[in-house]
Nanobody
Framework: QVQLVESGGGLVQPGGSLRLSCAAS????????MGWYRQAPGKERELVAH???????NYANSVKGRFTISRDNAKNTMYLQMNSLKPEDTAVYYC??????WGQGTQVTVSS
């Protein structure tokens, strides 16, 4: 079955960086588009970044220039490099895969 496991979240100061990983299994990773979403307390889940099978990317306006999504098809893993983090980036970050599957989420907290 499809499994998506996020890792790499944590507590970081404003201006800091984190790299999230999403390890995928149970489907052919290389032929599926993937995405990162986030949900802050009291808010709806929102798209952060998306990557196609060919490596084309798009980003939410709020993270453009600070976040970079990438994928390693040999490792069945997707990444989200987050730089210049702001308190408003605080949220649970989810990996999204095919067929509406989600990971369990990883908490990112940006605070001094």
């Amino acid at each position: 079955q499809v499994q998506l496991v996020e890792s790499g979240g944590g507590l970081v100061q404003p201006g800091g960086s984190l790299r999230l990983s999403c390890a995928a299994s149970g489907f052919i990773f290389s032929i599926n588009a993937m995405g990162w979403y986030r949900q802050a307390p009291g808010k709806e889940r929102e798209l952060v970044a998306h990557i196609t099978t060919g490596g084309s990317t798009n980003y939410a306006n709020s993270v453009k220039g600070r976040f970079t999504i990438s994928r390693d098809n040999a490792k069945n893993t997707m990444y989200l490099q987050m730089n210049s983090l702001k308190p408003e980036d605080t949220a649970v970050y989810y990996c999204a895969g095919p067929g509406g599957h989600w990971g369990q989420g990883t908490q990112v907290t940006v605070s001094s």
